[in-house]
T-cell receptor
Framework: EDQVTQSPEALRLQEGESSSLNCSYTVSGLRGLFWYRQDPGKGPEFLFTLYSAGEEKEKERLKATLTKKESFLHITAPKPEDSATYLCAVPLSGGYNKLIFGAGTRLAVHP | DTGVSQDPRHKITKRGQNVTFRCDPISEHNRLYWYRQTLGQGPEFLTYFQNEAQLEKSRLLSDRFSAERPKGSFSTLEIQRTEQGDSAMYLC?????????????FGPGTRLTVT
């Protein structure tokens, strides 16, 4: 069964304290993995697409990496404005690119 | 603003009433998706349109739910005889119709509360 699991469910960091979020997946024939950021009461905001193991993408304090079984979102020297829920998603096998999402990691960065 | 837009942003309705939501995708995107998100969970796929054709529906989409995308532009999602379990955030997303895994861009969502 296709599945996406994210850990931890919640993470509290002090400003400047770097950490990583995990997204593990089981899907036949991975065609890509997406990371999104979601602020409370808003829709998910696209961050990155990763297509193959070993690929890395960076944006400001965020870096996403991909292996054959999981992806990591590394947050370097976070700021309070990085506080949000981070979601990862993969397209389900069978076409049409419908996405299956993890439950997300709720990140809180405190000054 | 050329992003995905949704209307209304919030809807409060009484159980048994019908509600309709609208989604306007990014103009050049021919793929349109509806998802539902409940508190503490990631979005769950509901249905998919390529242009005006509805090509897939989730088993989550009961007979009370219907979606349309006339002329391949905006889309509507209607829920008939609403139930308290329908309370959720309804998200619309759109993407280009290219081969491979293509990122989807989401709208702000419609928050439905059924009392």
């Amino acid at each position: 069964e296709d599945q996406v699991t994210q850990s931890p469910e919640a993470l509290r960091l002090q400003e400047g304290e770097s950490s990583s979020l995990n997204c593990s997946y089981t899907v036949s024939g991975l065609r890509g993995l997406f990371w999104y950021r979601q602020d409370p009461g808003k829709g998910p905001e696209f961050l990155f697409t990763l297509y193959s193991a070993g690929e890395e993408k960076e944006k400001e304090r965020l870096k996403a990496t991909l292996t054959k079984k999981e992806s990591f979102l590394h947050i370097t020297a976070p700021k309070p404005e990085d506080s949000a829920t981070y979601l990862c998603a993969v397209p389900l096998s069978g076409g049409y690119n419908k996405l299956i999402f993890g439950a997300g990691t709720r990140l809180a960065v405190h000054p | 603003d050329t992003g995905v837009s949704q209307d209304p942003r919030h809807k409060i309705t009484k159980r048994g009433q019908n509600v309709t939501f609208r989604c306007d995708p990014i103009s050049e995107h021919n793929r349109l998706y509806w998802y539902r998100q409940t508190l503490g969970q990631g979005p769950e796929f509901l249905t998919y349109f390529q242009n005006e054709a509805q090509l897939e529906k989730s088993r989550l989409l009961s007979d009370r739910f219907s979606a349309e995308r006339p002329k391949g532009s905006f889309s509507t999602l209607e829920i008939q005889r609403t139930e308290q379990g329908d309370s959720a955030m309804y998200l619309c997303a759109s993407s280009l119709g290219l081969a491979g895994a293509i990122e989807q861009y989401f709208g702000p969502g419609t928050r439905l509360t059924v009392t």
